[in-house]
């Protein structure tokens, strides 16, 4: 039996292999089981989930400076600070990423109210399916929290400009505690504020 793995979109991934050129496996996710069954992941790989698409991947286990801790202190931020709905912290190299959906809570709002009534947000499936409307959007980035001193642990922090033709990271502020830039930055995810910081 494939190990299975079910991403935000609620879509089943099984992990399997086939044979590579020089006859070692190939592993890799699929929805459809189109290759060996593998029932465990690997030694030496993880599982991950695109951040912007939701998409499978099996890859070599990712070493990072980043404490777990310090993923939770970003998350519990904007939880507390911010007025967004859904969002993804993402633990990449020595950073952590925000990625917010690109269909806000009150746009899917606003969809469900046409579509089902004004009135639709006070029965709970339309308040589901506007929850995974939001969950299922594809995400951006949007913040990073990149770490500058490890023995200190001191981040900056920058936001994402998308301007131009591939969008760059824009430095706000930094080094500092990971905490003092959370408190100072997070309220502004998913405000117009947000395109003010520079």
């Given at each position: 039996?494939?190990?299975?793995?079910?991403?935000?979109?609620?879509?089943?991934?099984?992990?399997?292999?086939?044979?590579?050129?020089?006859?070692?496996?190939?592993?890799?996710?699929?929805?459809?089981?189109?290759?060996?069954?593998?029932?465990?992941?690997?030694?030496?790989?993880?599982?991950?989930?695109?951040?912007?698409?939701?998409?499978?991947?099996?890859?070599?286990?990712?070493?990072?400076?980043?404490?777990?801790?310090?993923?939770?202190?970003?998350?519990?931020?904007?939880?507390?600070?911010?007025?967004?709905?859904?969002?993804?912290?993402?633990?990449?190299?020595?950073?952590?990423?925000?990625?917010?959906?690109?269909?806000?809570?009150?746009?899917?709002?606003?969809?469900?109210?046409?579509?089902?009534?004004?009135?639709?947000?006070?029965?709970?499936?339309?308040?589901?399916?506007?929850?995974?409307?939001?969950?299922?959007?594809e995400h951006h980035k949007a913040m990073r929290f990149q770490l500058l001193n490890e023995q200190r642990r001191l981040f900056h922090v920058e936001r994402w400009y998308s301007?131009?033709?591939?969008?760059?990271?824009?430095?706000?502020?930094?080094?500092?505690?990971?905490?003092?830039?959370?408190?100072?930055?997070?309220?502004?995810?998913?405000?117009?504020?947000?395109?003010?910081?520079?």
């Amino acid at each position: 039996m494939a190990f299975e793995y079910r991403n935000r979109r609620e879509d089943v991934y099984l992990l399997q292999a086939r044979k590579g050129q020089r006859g070692k496996p190939r592993y890799y996710f699929g929805r459809k089981l189109t290759g060996e069954p593998v029932e465990e992941v690997p030694e030496g790989y993880e599982v991950f989930e695109s951040p912007e698409r939701g998409q499978v991947f099996l890859r070599k286990l990712q070493p990072s400076c980043i404490d777990p801790t310090e993923r939770e202190t970003v998350a519990d931020g904007i939880r507390q600070l911010s007025n967004v709905d859904h969002f993804i912290v993402s633990v990449e190299e020595d950073s952590l990423v925000v990625y917010l959906p690109t269909q806000s809570g009150s746009e899917a709002s606003d969809l469900v109210k046409v579509l089902a009534g004004p009135d639709a947000l006070r029965v709970p499936r339309f308040r589901e399916a506007r929850d995974r409307l939001v969950r299922e959007s594809e995400h951006h980035k949007a913040m990073r929290f990149q770490l500058l001193n490890e023995q200190r642990r001191l981040f900056h922090v920058e936001r994402w400009y998308s301007g131009g033709s591939d969008g760059c990271w824009m430095h706000l502020h930094g080094p500092a505690p990971l905490s003092d830039l959370v408190e100072r930055y997070a309220e502004h995810l998913g405000a117009e504020s947000f395109y003010e910081l520079y």
